[in-house]
């Protein structure tokens, strides 16, 4: 089974082609260039350049994976997949036409998959290929950009909604935190390689662990970092940019630090009380944010204290990618569950059981 997919929610263009559980392409365009100056995703500019780059991105899939450029041929692909959503309406659209476009070249079905359940799918590559066992029941920990959300799973399309952010998501809060302390973009990596100058966690910011439920809120832990900027009083070394005071260096690392951790703990707090709640067998991580060293790292140490199974995605496939996206179709076409056949996008399409 041959499955060619897209994947174009917010600031990736990415194509690829996955034959029976391998990754055979895997391209990706990141638009972070475009973004930098902006220090965020602006959507018209990430709907353009999906537009633009949509195309060369599927040339080099097809061509990576050794299907001929141009001599489209039916019966050469089996499916066409395509995350409907969450993300920019704009950039949905992009990836929709562009793969109703590819189906109807190929002969091939058309569906469209949710862009946060590739994310939570991805564990499952090992090596450019699907490896892993998912090990059912599990807890799945989303942790991107836009969303964090806690999930139980008892299979392939069987989801329960446990948590997720009530306001900013953990990486929207790296992003902002970046932007307070004038750092580049995107904020994820640059928070975490100035805290990796320092494991001094020397400013108490709080945890945000909300009583009595899964769910997130990261919204005031950006708030404190904010305050405490604003109460700072040295002036000496680099200006923020929005707050408008200056900082030493070192200070800004020591304030990284700090707020890295309280994240990652709170991060670790609730997804391993999901899992001795309910007595699962295995965590798994995904999405950006799983991406993170320090968060892998505690995850890690909190794994072997409790004698907890936790996995994440490889790093390469926690960031946006169609790999992921090719692998939702592929899940759903080997259970025999119903798709969505050219169905519209969804900016706020939210994870759900398979019919």
């Known amino acids: 089974m041959r499955i060619l997919a897209f994947e174009t929610t917010c600031d990736e263009t990415s194509a690829g082609v996955l034959e029976n559980g391998k990754i055979l392409s895997n391209v990706v365009f990141s638009q972070i260039k475009i973004h930098r100056r902006y220090k965020g995703v602006v959507p018209e500019l990430a709907s353009r ?42 950039a949905l659209l992009v990836g929709r036409t562009a793969a109703e476009t ?24 090992e090596g450019g290929r699907i490896k892993r066992n998912l090990d059912f029941p599990l807890i799945a920990l989303i942790v991107s950009g836009g969303h964090t959300e806690l999930w139980r799973v008892r299979g392939y399309g069987r989801y329960e909604a446990l948590g997720r952010t009530r306001d900013d998501a953990a990486g929207e809060a790296f992003d902002k935190v970046a932007k307070l302390l004038g750092l580049d973009y995107p904020g994820g ?37 904010a305050y405490y900027l604003r109460d700072k009083s040295q002036v000496a070394g680099r200006r923020s940019q929005v707050t ?51 968060l892998r790292e505690k995850f890690a140490q909190a794994a072997v204290s409790r004698a907890i199974p936790v996995g994440f995605a490889e790093k390469e496939y926690c960031t946006d990618n169609a790999a992921m996206i090719a692998l939702c179709g592929y899940r759903r076409l080997l259970t025999g569950k119903k798709f969505l056949n050219a169905v519209d996008v969804d900016s706020e399409l939210k994870i759900e059981n398979w019919k």
Do not use: M, W
């Open 102 to 125: 590819a189906a109807k070249i190929f002969g091939s079905k058309l569906i469209g998959v949710n862009h946060l359940e590739g994310h939570l799918l991805a564990y499952e590559f």
């Open 244 to 294: 408008r005071y200056k900082i030493q260096d070192k200070e800004i690392s020591e304030i990284c630090a700090s707020f890295q951790e309280a994240v990652v703990d709170t991060l670790v707090f609730k997804a391993l009380a999901a899992v001795e709640k309910f007595r699962t067998r295995r965590l798994i991580i995904g999405g950006g944010v799983a991406a993170n060293s320090r």
């Open 189 to 225: 990596p640059a928070v975490e390689k100035e805290a990796a100058k320092c494991r001094r966690y020397s400013v108490e910011f709080p945890r945000p662990c909300l009583k009595d439920t899964f769910d997130f809120s990261f919204s005031g832990l950006k708030t404190a970092v």
């Open 49 to 90: 350049a999906h537009a633009e780059k949509i195309a060369l991105v599927l040339k080099k899939a097809l061509s990576d994976a050794g299907i001929p450029v141009p001599l489209f041929r039916k019966k050469l692909i089996d499916a066409v997949v395509y995350a409907r959503g969450p993300g920019l309406p704009g």
